[in-house]
Every structure is written in structure tokens, then in C-alpha cells.
């Protein structure tokens, strides 16, 4: 019975998520539209020169995988060389070294934005 309300519980807050977003995007259009805002600012348009996000989702993926490879390389040194506890060298170098990776790409998107 509890993985049943746990389930529930779940979908029911995913749905008050979309929901909540998507009827205060309504009216927040319907109030700029009453107020006489033109309407082309609801409108992306593809004169936009925003970097793909296919590039970006790719890029973030391939450093974080990177950094995760490195951190358990890194991890081994650690428990081979030093003798740290395989606890507490693999997770704290995956977690250390994903963010590391996440932030480096950070960085990088922010610069190929500034270039187109």
C-alpha cells in the first residue's frame, strides 16, 4: 500500500509542477496582452543566435562523463597508492570531479555564446 501512495504522491506533484507553471505563463500573457504589449515577445524567433541545445546537452554530457572517468581513475591512485578507505576515495572523486566537469562546461558554452 505505501509504494502505491508513494507513487501517487509523486506523479500527483510532477502534474501540480506542470500545472502551476503553465496557468501562471497564461496569465501572465494575458495580463502583458491587456496592457498592450506586443505580442511578438511570446514568439522565439529563429533570428535568435542562441548555440543549439543539442550542442550544449552534448557537451555537457561528454565532460561529465569525462570527469567521471578521471575520478575513478583518480580513485584508484588514492586507494592503491595512499590507502584511502574505496568508501570514501571513489564517491568523493566522482561527485568532486563530475562537478568539476559541469563547471568546465559552464565555461565553455558561456564562451561560445560570447562568439556567436
Same mark, same amino acid.
Given at each position: 500500500? =505505501?509504494?502505491?501512495? *508513494? @507513487? *501517487? ?7 501540480? @509542477? ?15 496582452? =491587456? ?5 511578438? *515577445? ?23 562523463? *569525462? ?20 568508501? @570514501? ?18 565555461? @565553455? ?5 560570447? =562568439?556567436?
Amino acid at each position: 500500500m =505505501e509504494p502505491v501512495i *508513494i @507513487v *501517487i504522491v509523486i506523479f500527483s506533484t510532477i502534474f501540480g @509542477v506542470f500545472y502551476l507553471h503553465y496557468s501562471t505563463r497564461n496569465k501572465e500573457r494575458l495580463t502583458l496582452i =491587456e496592457k498592450g504589449a506586443d505580442a511578438s *515577445i511570446f514568439i522565439k524567433g529563429k533570428n535568435d543566435k542562441t548555440t543549439p541545445v543539442w550542442k550544449i546537452f552534448t557537451l555537457n554530457l561528454s565532460l561529465l562523463l *569525462i570527469g567521471i572517468g578521471l575520478a575513478i581513475f583518480i580513485g584508484s591512485i588514492m586507494v592503491n597508492s595512499f590507502g584511502i578507505h574505496e568508501k @570514501v576515495a571513489y564517491p568523493g572523486t566522482i561527485f568532486t570531479m563530475a562537478g568539476v566537469g559541469l563547471l568546465i562546461s559552464f565555461f @565553455v558554452i558561456k564562451k561560445i555564446d560570447k =562568439e556567436e
